[in-house]
């Protein structure tokens, strides 16, 4: 079980949290992986910076995730540790 926390804070937002939070809802539906992933919003994780949203997977914070980058990320943290290929 992967669980999967997207910084919803003032900062985060306005790089594209909202955006973010839509991507991972559509690529894990359409990976069907409601069974596997839980996704929930996060104030502040405390690891703002200039680009891109915080994202917390499970105990690991990934800082500066940019929307441009989603397929890319969402492959290498959350289909390839669960044992998925992308279509």
Known sequence: MLFIF???GSSCHLKGSYEMVQ????AIARYKLQDEVV?????CLGRCNRRGVTVKINDDVYE???VEAF???F??????PLG???E
């Open 64 to 66: 500066g995730v940019q």
């Open 75 to 80: 492959k290498e943290h959350v289909l390839t």
């Open 71 to 73: 397929d890319d990320f």
């Open 39 to 43: 996704l929930a919003g996060s104030f």
């Open 23 to 26: 991507k991972f809802e559509a």
């Open 6 to 8: 997207v910084c919803i």
């Open 84 to 86: 998925r290929k992308a």
